[in-house]
């Protein structure tokens, strides 16, 4: 088997067992919208008590969009390395690890966003939550790329350099909105809005030299 197969087939490999995470995670965000409990619903009613779910729905509905949005990137990505070695292995294990840890800050907002007392706490875990799988992707791409160590050597310098940037500037987004939680957290959230908003433009397609 040649050099280049072994590398494609490694690389595919990966991408299987990413999707499979990024399947079960997405899937495991509707969980944590609860049915109405029978005693509830004698109060309310059904209709109400479904209408009162609507932190839940919002919570999901943001972090559905966030991880399918790292999921349609993390397949570009791959496009982007020519190979991959037990340290890049590991780096998107970590990556993965903080993508599957998702539904657990989204649960803890959805019951707790409107919660006065408990609200900021809900919201700051959120935020550390969104910041994880950034530093994770951050984390693979500039192991990959230092002196075009796994990337594709055909990448425009430029274009490797506008990557850098791009990731750093996610990176700092993300902190920011870590960090400004612990003051305001509504701004926080609102950041985090933002940035989910942003993400859903298209990428700049890879540049390659002739």
Same mark, same amino acid.
Not at 45 to 60: V, W
């Given at each position: 088997?040649?050099?280049?197969?072994?590398?494609?087939r490694?690389?595919?490999?990966?991408?299987?067992?990413s999707?499979?995470?990024?399947?079960?995670?997405?899937?495991?965000?509707?969980?944590?919208?609860? /049915?109405?409990?029978?005693?509830?619903?004698?109060?309310?009613?059904?209709?109400?008590?479904?209408?009162?779910?609507?932190?839940?729905?919002?919570?999901?509905?943001?972090?559905?969009? +966030?991880?399918?949005?790292?999921w349609?990137?993390?397949?570009?990505?791959?496009?982007?390395?020519?190979?991959?070695?037990?340290?890049?292995?590991?780096?998107?294990?970590?990556?993965?690890?903080?993508?599957?840890? +998702?539904?657990?800050?989204?649960?803890?907002?959805?019951?707790?966003? +409107?919660?006065?007392h408990?609200?900021?706490?809900?919201?700051?875990?959120?935020?550390?939550?969104?910041?994880?799988p950034?530093?994770?992707?951050?984390?693979?791409? +500039?192991?990959? *790329?230092?002196?075009?160590?796994?990337?594709?050597?055909?990448?425009?310098?430029?274009? /490797?350099?506008?990557?850098?940037?791009?990731y750093?500037l996610?990176?700092?987004?993300?902190?920011?909105?870590?960090?400004? *939680?612990?003051?305001?957290?509504?701004? *926080?959230?609102?950041?985090?809005?933002?940035?989910?908003?942003?993400?859903?433009?298209?990428?700049?397609?890879?540049?390659?030299s002739?």
């Amino acid at each position: 088997m040649s050099e280049e197969h072994r590398s494609e087939r490694d690389l595919n490999r990966i991408e299987a067992f990413s999707d499979g995470v990024f399947a079960i995670a997405i899937t495991l965000l509707v969980l944590e919208v609860k /049915v109405p409990r029978h005693d509830e619903v004698e109060q309310i009613g059904l209709g109400q008590a479904l209408l009162n779910r609507y932190p839940s729905y919002f919570s999901y509905v943001l972090s559905f969009i +966030m991880i399918g949005i790292y999921w349609a990137n993390h397949h570009a990505f791959f496009h982007l390395f020519r190979r991959t070695n037990h340290v890049f292995n590991l780096l998107n294990v970590f990556f993965l690890m903080c993508i599957s840890f +998702m539904p657990f800050p989204t649960a803890v907002l959805g019951d707790f966003v +409107m919660d006065a007392h408990e609200r900021d706490h809900a919201i700051t875990l959120y935020a550390f939550g969104l910041l994880l799988p950034a530093v994770g992707w951050f984390f693979i791409w +500039m192991y990959a *790329s230092q002196k075009n160590r796994l990337i594709d050597l055909r990448l425009e310098p430029s274009y /490797v350099r506008y990557l850098t940037r791009q990731y750093i500037l996610s990176v700092s987004f993300y902190l920011l909105s870590f960090l400004i *939680s612990f003051w305001q957290p509504l701004a *926080s959230l609102a950041v985090a809005i933002g940035l989910t908003m942003l993400y859903l433009f298209p990428t700049k397609r890879p540049q390659y030299s002739d």
